[in-house]
């Protein structure tokens, strides 16, 4: 299988349809305070968001990470979405298209139980399944070192989509970014990833120009 990393800059593109997720007015989000708990970073794959809905003041929260190979290209991903005070929770996860819908997906812990996923919906970019889960199956992922989401192929062969489990309990328990602390953590994320390019496009530079001098 492909190297595979997670893509921390693509959560800037997934902004707009994890704020509509959530029910946030996008245009809104940069109104409000930046001073947010922090989101994905290389060390920390998952993230928590949270939004409060107004009407009845009760919050919704998706505790999400997301995979992609080196080029990019999607692989995977999986969120918990819940709703303060409900003991019913959403546990929803996407792969690729192209997968057998009919077999659906499984989703597992470790070794642990093995949960079957129907799909729900497909988009060109991705098909996604949703599974209502409680809070032994959080446990699980909080004590677990891997999730493992195993799809069919279109050759009707097992296809399995790891995802580390490290950082989730921290992102899950935390307080969560609302739409405003995201869309911050993002332009910081990008700023930083585009200042480090720039160094390492100078260090090749002087790196260059060394071994030229020396010929």
Do not use: H
């Not at 989101?39 to 505790?63: H, S, V």
């Not at 910081?188 to 090749?204: G, M, P, S, V, Y």
């Amino acid at each position: 299988m492909a190297n595979l990393q997670v893509n921390f800059a693509k959560w800037q593109r997934m902004l707009p349809v994890v704020l509509l997720a959530i029910g946030a007015p996008i245009g809104a989000a940069a109104q409000e305070e930046a001073e947010q708990p922090t989101g994905p970073t290389p060390d920390a794959p998952w993230a928590k968001i949270c939004n409060k809905n107004p009407a009845d003041g009760k919050e919704l929260c998706l505790t999400i990470q997301e995979v992609t190979a080196e080029t990019g290209q999607f692989i995977a991903s999986a969120t918990v979405r819940e709703i303060t005070g409900d003991a019913k929770k959403s546990f929803v996860v996407a792969v690729p298209p192209g997968m057998l819908i009919q077999p659906g997906m499984r989703a597992q812990v470790d070794q642990g139980k093995q949960y079957e996923m129907t799909y729900g919906i497909c988009f060109p970019n991705a098909c996604y399944g949703e599974l209502e889960v409680d809070g032994e199956f959080v446990a699980a992922m909080k004590k677990g070192g891997q999730l493992i989401i195993t799809a069919m192929n279109s050759q009707a062969k097992p296809v399995s989509f790891p995802m580390t489990l490290a950082g989730f309990t921290k992102a899950y328990d935390s307080e969560g970014l609302n739409p405003a602390g995201l869309a911050k953590r993002q332009e910081d994320l990008t700023k930083a990833l585009q200042d480090r390019a720039a160094a390492a496009r100078e260090k090749l530079k002087e790196q260059q120009a060394k071994e030229g001098g020396a010929q």
